[in-house]
């Protein structure tokens, strides 16, 4: 059943009952008014008793005779005609009750209320002429008024009561409906939507009241769940992203391993190829040309080998060793590394670095790798080619305040490409895993976050300035060993 029936069915029931107890309440004062009003009274009827039986003593029958005529005549609602109690049932002048027989032999009045069998209702009162004569005065008079009255008092209050619970149960009916079973009809409506996976829908409830507290609160989840629906996809969607990258580092893992193999395989044939044409350089036998063709086969194996050390170096993986290394020395390492990719996009490297060594405990291998992910990164920012210059200084700075430290020596490594830059939008996630802008198989996200984590490693840090079109400049800063070159201050 609907919540607005059950309220209608609980008011009406309760009107009737209120409705019911009151017409009891009046039905039994009307009640004790008829009886009150029925009940004989004797009392004051005795003086008109002892006034009959006293004219019966002295005047004779025929002076009570006249007097009930003349009373008679006087009060038109009463009827009186002489009765006797020694007569048969069948004779008119037989009583109309046996209260007759009571009032002859007492001498007393006596009185009743008799229902015909029409439904009619009188009353009766008998007064003896004398006590013992079967002669006696029977006064009546109808109840009919007063039946009428106590019936249409009964039918006012059923009346009555019928109209108000109608009344009563229209107001509900409107009412229920109105602020229970619309608002009720559009919460499970908008609860099977929720069901449905559908969050956008809000209802406009305007009720002050319970239903619209619950409407409120209604919309409320709505809007979380909204939200909770919004970062599970994205979050579904980052972890098949990252899923995906893993997959891509992965095959990158195996690709390092096999470029590490084939470079360890390599060194064999080249140390046979350097020592044959060591050789030859070395025989007084032959010409000046072959001995300078064979210095120059010497050279470039020796190149190759050095690229082979550093390709293996960087694909092993170790725990860092910070040692004092002069930077001028890593980084021109790496850039010698980088070479062929740069050419290959048309790009070009430009090293600046000052004449004294930059001493900084670092790990060699590892900072290589920082390093080596910084430039191709400004490498894969320039698709039409260009130039990246690389500059190592000695500063005096203060680091950001998330390292806790005061001001220092440190060595600062600059890298500035000329691509497009980054967005202000992207440029505060560059170093989170998996983040990247570049399209599917140039990166994996994990270059910058690995460089990141490898000079935090080494107690510095990495600033970044860009801006779109003009280009990113990545300023990688490590503490400088004590007792090396003077040092400036940063500007």
Request: net charge negative; with cysteine.
């Amino acid at each position: 059943m609907k919540l607005a029936r059950k309220l209608m069915l609980a008011l009406v029931l309760g009107v009737v009952a209120v409705m019911a107890g009151h017409a009891w309440y009046l039905v039994r004062n009307e009640v004790m008014l008829y009886e009150t009003d029925v009940r004989p009274k004797t009392p004051r009827g005795r003086p008109f008793l002892l006034a009959v039986q006293q004219l019966w003593r002295t005047d004779g029958e025929q002076a009570v005779r006249d007097l009930v005529e003349g009373v008679s005549v006087t009060l038109t609602h009463l009827e009186s005609r002489w009765v006797r109690t020694d007569v048969p049932p069948a004779h008119p002048q037989y009583p109309h009750d046996p209260a007759a027989v009571t009032a002859s032999q007492s001498g007393e009045i006596a009185m009743c209320v008799v229902t015909d069998a029409e439904g009619r209702t009188r009353r009766y009162a008998y007064l003896p002429v004398q006590q013992g004569h079967p002669l006696v005065l029977e006064v009546s008079e109808s109840l009919e008024n007063e039946m009428a009255y106590i019936a249409t008092t009964h039918r006012s209050m059923v009346v009555t009561t019928v109209v108000i619970v109608l009344v009563c149960a229209v107001i509900i009916a409107i009412v229920g409906l109105r602020l229970v079973g619309r608002p009720m009809k559009e919460l499970i409506a908008q609860a099977r939507r929720m069901e449905d996976g559908d969050y956008t829908v809000r209802l406009a409830v305007r009720q002050h009241d319970e239903i619209g507290e619950l409407a409120a609160e209604m919309n409320t989840l709505c809007e979380r769940l909204l939200e909770a629906n919004r970062r599970v996809v994205e979050e579904t969607e980052a972890k098949l992203a990252a899923f995906e990258q893993l997959r891509h580092s992965d095959r990158l893992a195996t690709i390092g391993q096999l470029a590490a193999g084939v470079a360890h395989e390599l060194g064999t044939p080249l140390s046979v190829v350097s020592g044959r044409a060591q050789l030859v350089a070395a025989d007084p036998a032959v010409s000046d040309e072959v001995r300078a063709n064979a210095r120059i086969v010497v050279e470039q194996a020796a190149r190759m080998s050095e690229i082979i050390r550093q390709l293996l170096d960087f694909s092993h993986r170790r725990r860092a060793q910070p040692v004092p290394t002069d930077l001028r020395r890593v980084v021109g390492r790496m850039l010698d590394l980088l070479s062929a990719v740069g050419g290959r996009r048309t790009v070009r490297f430009e090293l600046e670095a000052p004449q004294e060594p930059a001493m900084a405990a670092v790990d060699e291998g590892q900072l290589q790798q920082a390093l080596t992910n910084i430039v191709l990164n400004g490498v894969q920012a320039m698709p039409q080619g260009g130039r990246i210059r690389v500059r190592i200084a000695s500063v005096r700075t203060t680091p950001p305040p998330a390292l806790e430290k005061g001001e220092g020596e440190y060595r600062r490594i600059d890298v500035e490409d000329e691509g497009a830059g980054i967005a202000p939008e992207h440029l505060p996630h560059i170093f989170e895993p998996f983040f990247t802008t570049k399209g599917v198989g140039e990166g994996t996200g994990l270059g910058l976050s690995v460089a990141h984590g490898i000079i935090a490693d080494h107690g510095g840090w990495i600033d970044v300035e860009s801006a779109p079109g003009r280009g990113t400049s990545f300023h990688v800063y490590l503490p400088a060993v004590a007792g090396v070159a003077p040092l400036r201050v940063a500007s």
